[in-house]
């Protein structure tokens, strides 16, 4: 199998426009690029508005309840762009494959749908439309052997510091609540040395800090183990930092707990969402580990790489969870002492278990749920700032973004723990910098550059 190779040589000039709109998880923003780099060869240039758009796409999320009416709203508001311009819209990603010709017949004026496994094809998906009219849909999944996943355009990634890398796509695991094994597939991993081949081109136009992407990615096994994958990133030749994201305890492995803890370019941060600090929750939610042997992994994580940064999700309101349920949960927080707890109150997805047996488990009135979401935010927010507390006055290793969003006259970056630090300092974007925390809000410090440790200006 030979990865799609991007010929920068052969991109036509830009004579249309194109805006995506996006939502959802980290895949979807990766999803979007390669769209837009995709289209550029069929010369559509990127805008930053709908307005003047000749092609609309709205990469879509179905993870929580609304996200059709999401989906329609954003709808409605590009159709006076069809009027007045004539341009395309077309939905893909989630919703798109979750709702698949529905959504044709549903919105008169919508002109495409088409599904994740799909993206390779949009350009021909687009030129049916245009030319001969068809209102296409495209949701077929792509056999695992066939599969193969578009490789990111390095000019594309020019002047930045941070790039997303697909590394897997799509989900085995069963857990009852979630729509995502419907809505992308069963997993692919995507060939280890098109990773590599991937980071190093990323690198050569000046990424330092690459975070591995998939929806189960520690499950990972396209030529190696996940742990080896990200050894073998992590010594590409210039690579700074390297994240991954999202891990699914039970995948948690011995090996992949020790490259966190030998490799320093591997950053320590690490998202493990738990879901439920109670095991009758878990065992529900059919996510296959206990309370005790998540936080027994915890422990070896934190052993094996002190001072690590550990963040979570967690479901509220889930059926059947009583108040002592969710009061294990707050005890569980307590317990991780989380950086950061992305919290969700459940909501039913279409052909889930959970919503399959809602009703037998008991539903939880919405009023709970929400009290529920406000005690575990309130909880997760005092640590989280009793723990940033424990950082101010000393300093970090902070690899330069760009100007802060707040300030543009000061920077931007993040540690090596994944904390956003806003400073003073004129170090160049891709350098590393010491960065004294002076002031911190629940989500980000506040500083002084006090030393350049490595300038290392974008290419
Ligand atoms: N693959 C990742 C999760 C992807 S979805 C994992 O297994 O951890 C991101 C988060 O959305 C989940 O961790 C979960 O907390 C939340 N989520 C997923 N389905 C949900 C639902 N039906 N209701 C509420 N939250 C949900
Ligand atoms: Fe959904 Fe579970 Fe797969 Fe995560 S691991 S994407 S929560 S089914
Ligand atoms: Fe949403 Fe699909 Fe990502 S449902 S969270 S866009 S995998």
Known sequence: MVAMQFDVAQKPTASKKLFVHTFGCQMNEADTARMSELMARHGYARTPQPDDADLILLNTCAIREKS?????????????????????????????????????????YLDFVFGPDALQKLPDIVRRAEEEG??????????????VFPRADPAEARGKVTAFVIAMKGCDNVC??????????????????????????LVSVGVREVTLIGQNVNSYRGGCSFAELLRRVAAVNGIRRVRFTTSHPKDLSDDLIAAVGEMEEICPHFHLPVQSGSDRVLERMRREYT????????????????????????????????????????DLVAQ???????????????????????????????????????????????????????HLGGTS????????????????????????????????????????????????????QVAVKEELPCT
Request: net charge positive; proline share 5%; glycine share 8%.
């Open 336 to 390: 991780a002492r989380y950086e950061n707890v992305y919290a969700f109150v459940y909501s039913a997805r279409p052909h889930t278990l959970a919503r399959l047996r809602e009703k037998e488990w008991g539903v939880v009135p919405h009023s709970v749920k929400v009290e529920r979401l406000e005690r575990l935010n309130s909880l997760a927010r005092s640590i989280a700032v009793e723990e940033m507390g424990r």
């Open 134 to 147: 068809e209102r296409v849909v495209e949701t077929a999944w792509v056999d695992s052997e066939e599969y």
């Open 68 to 108: 059709v009416q999401k989906v329609l709203s954003a709808l409605g508001r590009y159709r006076q762009t069809k009027l007045e311009r004539g341009a395309l819209i077309g939905v893909g990603g989630c919703v798109g494959q979750q709702e698949k010709a529905q959504l044709l017949k549903r919105v008169p």
């Open 176 to 201: 009852a609540f979630c729509v995502v094994p419907r809505t992308r597939g069963r997993e692919v991993s995507r060939p280890v040395y098109d990773v590599l081949a991937e980071v190093a081109d």
């Open 397 to 448: 290793s902070v690899l330069v973004e760009g100007p802060s969003r707040t300030d543009p006259a000061r920077r931007f970056g993040r540690t090596p723990e994944n904390r956003v630090v806003n400073f003073d300092g004129d170090a160049a974007v891709g350098s590393v910098v010491d960065v004294r925390l002076l002031q911190a809000t629940p989500n980000a410090f506040s500083g002084v």
């Open 291 to 330: 309370v005790d042997w998540y936080l027994a992994r915890l422990k070896a994580l934190r052993k094996a790489r002190p001072g690590i940064a550990v963040t979570t999700d967690v479901i509220v309101g889930y059926p059947g969870e009583t108040d002592d349920d969710f009061a294990k949960t707050l």
